[in-house]
């Protein structure tokens, strides 16, 4: 294994050309910016393509590791490390910048350079968060990503932008602070900062309780659960369409990373005991809010709902306590941030042209944009759960790991499959089919190649991994099976 340091670059690369574009400004050449920051996304995709190729299969200990000091006054290290549980996310995050500063290449053109800063410097926190093996410094990377995604909401979103962007700030926030409590406990108990040694500590049930719900509190938010999920729509309606594919596809995602990383190995006997709570959680996040996606009259909404209903079989999965249903709720994250991203990329598609996101005012799309109509059909039908997609895959496994924990609880879980294709399918009908009904419908024009290129290259992302999920699983595979053994250990003295 190479001894260069990957996941710093991985992590500071996108961070310091976000500092080139905040130090050139755009006012003079914006066509320089663009290009900047398109060469730092992909630089920082290229810096963690040796995750995937030199990754060793069948090894559940940490690979890549970085250490260095710190704050030695408080034992504090930059320590970073990936495992099968975390390595995904770093490449999911690389790749998804590269999305995000393509599909605002021509449709921000105010503030240029510092919604391109932005989107670069929220890239390398949220991998500085999948990678992060010391607590504190897991807790920065954590906090400082709310920043980025708290000034592109508020600075490039919609009318309403000012309140989403601090109900977003105040919800992530206010959950957190219960977090750092939790973390300086575990801190004066172990007197280290290093996670792993966190997963080691012998805790009574007690504690063991009091810290689950202290990190629920923040990882809930983000995933978001419910009932702590009402401020993901109005952050989803008032993003600019990068600010909500990134917030989809990669920030939900730090809340669920958060329970296996912490929640679930520092306090098993916790886990155990509340599981039934989180299951009940998770399933009132599948039924009902995927019910609440169906009447929504907004196409932005209703993504941003079928998101929470999605993301419940995320935590219902790592609940249940079995291999397939956990395997199952990685592949589910994985697979979330593309569909979840390519829904939103084709949302912006349409409001670029149109500037309404509200599904009455289309009707007929199929007749004037035909290339687009194709690649919004496929991933509508991921969202829904089609087979041969990677919607249907990890959906599936959560749902045949519900089985082997309990009958009823797959058949709820089971129904989001109708409830997805009703609201998927419902929405899709009232906006492509039909006769071009409005005067605007008419005059709107098929994607471009830009356009174009960018939805196929996400489209091949969400049929991989639909038709071969082997690479995924495969990477997994052992930390999954570490992290049970861990969870199945009693660590009550």
Known sequence: MSSFPILSAAIWVPIVFGGVLLLIGSDRNPRLVRWIALIGSLLG????VPLFTDFERGSAAMQFVERRSWIDALSAHYHLGVDGLSVWFVLLTAIITVFVVVAGWEVVKQKVAQYMAAVLFLSGLQIGVFAALDGLLFYVFFEASLIPMYIIIGIWGGPRRVYAAFKFFLYTLLGSLLTLVALVWLYMKSGSFEILDWHALPLTLTEQVLVFFAFLAAFAVKVPMWPVHTWLPDAHVEAPTGGSVVLAAVMLKLGAYGFVRFSLPIAPDASHELAWLMIALSLIAIVYVGLVALVQPDMKKLVAYSSVAHMGFVTLGFFIFNHIGMQGALVQMLSHGFVSGAMFLCIGVMYDRLHTRQIADYGGVVNTMPKFAALFMLFSMA??????TSGFVGEFFVILGSVQFDFWVALAAAST?????AYSLWMYKRVIFGAVGNANVAGMHDVGRREFWMLVAMALLVLGLGI??????????????????????????
């Open 45 to 48: 995709l290229l810096v963690t």
């Open 383 to 388: 969202n829904a759960g089609l087979p041969g």
């Open 417 to 421: 499959l109708v409830w997805g294709a």
């Open 468 to 493: 071969y999920p082997a690479p995924v699983t495969d990477m997994t595979e052992a930390s999954v099976s570490k992290l049970l053994e861990q969870i199945a250990v009693s660590k009550i003295r």
